[in-house]
């Protein structure tokens, strides 16, 4: 029975011989493939990191908007309801509001506080935290 002999090449041989049968030219070429690789790397990644950024900037700005939303939905509801006749038996001064609305659990820790001037109402979501969303008030005079 005959041994095989394995023979090993260099993975980077041009036409089946030796590693040091490699032109020139063809180091050159590769080199700048390298080189050209590397520049549209650094593009690629300078365009999509600012990208990225502008995303997450726009998640936050978007989950603010819908917070505030929230708030001026059961604002403008607690108030109609109010002017409809429900703050007629209430006492002047200022209060804690409650609200029943289930969408009020979207909202950021914050509290509803209705103030009563004669016939006068104003009520009013602040949020604990400050979380860029601001006050939420409403004003109206009772007839």
């Given at each position: ?83 409809a006749g429900a703050a007629n038996g209430m006492p002047d001064g200022t209060r804690d509001y409650p609200v029943q609305a ?42």
């Amino acid at each position: 029975m005959k041994t095989q002999r394995l023979q090993t090449w260099s993975a980077r041989a041009v036409g089946g011989g030796p590693a040091t049968s490699i032109p020139a030219k063809l180091r050159r070429m590769r080199g700048f493939l390298e080189i050209d690789l590397m520049v549209g790397l650094a593009i690629l990644t300078l365009a999509v990191l600012p990208l990225g950024y502008s995303f997450a900037r726009e998640r936050r700005v978007l989950k603010i908007e819908y917070c505030r939303s929230v708030a001026d939905e059961i604002v403008d509801g607690e108030m109609e309801i109010l002017a409809a006749g429900a703050a007629n038996g209430m006492p002047d001064g200022t209060r804690d509001y409650p609200v029943q609305a289930a969408a009020a659990s979207q909202l950021p820790p914050g509290h509803f506080q209705l103030t009563k001037t004669g016939n006068h109402l104003r009520l009013e979501w602040t949020s604990d935290k400050r979380r860029g969303i601001g006050p939420v008030v409403r004003e109206t005079t009772l007839p």
